[in-house]
Nanobody
Framework: QVQLVESGGGLVQPGGSLRLSCAASGNIVSIGAMGWYRQAPGKQRESVAGIASGGTTNYADSVKGRFTISRDNAKNTVYLQMNSLKPEDTAVYYC???????????????WGQGTQVTVSP
């Protein structure tokens, strides 16, 4: 009923940039907070950045000053601009959104399928 579709991952050299996008579609009434998480091989999934419906943002210390999260509420889309990428940023990146669907009064968590980001010379 609800899908989050990510795009924009790929292979980039250290110091390079990538922009991830995540579009939500389906039986959506409203979207609350949206965010990006990542999971590197052998590690737990961690929060990278989040953005509230009103635009307030938060970032992991490891990406502050390099990554920027934004959203376009008209398009139900969240973005992650990643600059000055480092090899340690290599991971599968997942988007997350809290969404209220038609007929429900509460929000639920939805996840994208993940997109690979590899930072390597």
């Amino acid at each position: 009923q609800v899908q989050l579709v990510e795009s924009g991952g790929g292979l980039v050299q250290p110091g390079g940039s990538l922009r991830l996008s995540c579009a939500a579609s389906g039986n959506i009434v409203s979207i609350g907070a949206m965010g990006w998480y990542r999971q590197a091989p052998g590690k737990q999934r961690e929060s990278v950045a989040g953005i509230a419906s009103g635009g307030t943002t938060n970032y992991a210390d490891s990406v502050k000053g390099r990554f920027t999260i934004s959203r376009d509420n008209a398009k139900n889309t969240v973005y992650l601009q990643m600059n000055s990428l480092k090899p340690e940023d290599t991971a599968v990146y997942y988007c997350n959104a809290r969404i209220r669907t038609n007929g429900r009064t509460w929000y639920e968590d939805y996840w994208g399928q993940g997109t690979q980001v590899t930072v390597s010379p």
